[in-house]
């Protein structure tokens, strides 16, 4: 049988899913509101493993990519035979 993994080694070995980006995204909100900044300095071990996850899901998460949709729409729309705003 394995042997069960700490939060702390399962961030060491890279033991958690960060392809879903909004997944990753709730779980570091929920980190975030379960630790303190006193965690920081005066932690426990469970805090350790804390603040491991949530490192190594910041560092490990997909990139996000803005979309300016209203530039898009605007160069749509002059493309296909219209005028810009104001003209």
Same mark, same amino acid.
């Given at each position: ?19 879903? $980006? +909004? ?9 975030a509101d379960t630790l303190s900044? =006193?965690?920081?300095? #005066? ?10 996850? $949530? +490192?190594y899901r910041v560092k490990n ?9 209203? =530039?898009?729409?605007? #160069? ?12």
């Amino acid at each position: 049988m394995k042997d069960k993994q700490t939060l702390f080694q399962r961030a060491r070995s890279g033991d958690f899913d960060t392809e879903n $980006l +909004l997944t990753n995204l709730n779980r570091c909100k929920e980190i975030a509101d379960t630790l303190s900044f =006193s965690s920081i300095v #005066d932690n426990t071990s469970r805090d350790m493993g804390l603040i491991a996850e $949530l +490192l190594y899901r910041v560092k490990n998460m997909p990139s996000v990519e803005y979309i300016d949709f209203e =530039s898009m729409l605007e #160069d749509y729309y002059i493309a296909s035979g219209g005028s810009r705003k104001g003209d």
